[in-house]
């Protein structure tokens, strides 16, 4: 069955870094486009990034451009979120999801938490 399973959150400074991982299992990791996404507390579901099948292929939300980096590693099936210059806004569960065949989220990890404070 498909499994994704994220590892790597925490709490850091402001101005801090930190890098999410996301396991991937079950399907064929390289031929699916995927998603990070993101939910700060009492707040919806927030798209952050995404990478299609070729990594070339990537995409950020505004509030994280120039600070976050989505890549994949096929090779290992993991996808990964780099996240610089973090912010107390940044703070949220970060979650690794699969694109279906409609352009839905059709997987979800379990979530990793992320915090940003002083």
């Known amino acids: 069955q498909v499994q994704l399973v994220e590892s790597g959150g925490g709490l850091v400074q402001p101005g801090g870094s930190l890098r999410l991982s996301c396991a991937a299992s079950g399907f064929t990791f390289s031929s699916a486009w995927m998603h990070w996404v993101r939910q700060a507390p009492g707040k919806g579901i927030e798209w952050v990034s995404r990478i299609g099948i070729s990594s070339g292929t990537t995409y950020v939300a505004d509030s994280v451009k120039g600070r976050f980096t989505i890549s994949r590693d096929s090779a290992k099936n993991t996808l990964n979120l780099q996240m610089n210059s973090l912010k107390p806004e940044d703070t949220a569960l970060y979650y690794c999801?699969?694109?279906?065949?409609?352009?839905?989220?059709?997987?979800w990890g379990q979530g990793t938490q992320v915090t940003v404070s002083s």
């Open positions: 999801t699969k694109q279906g065949s409609n352009n839905e989220y059709d997987y």
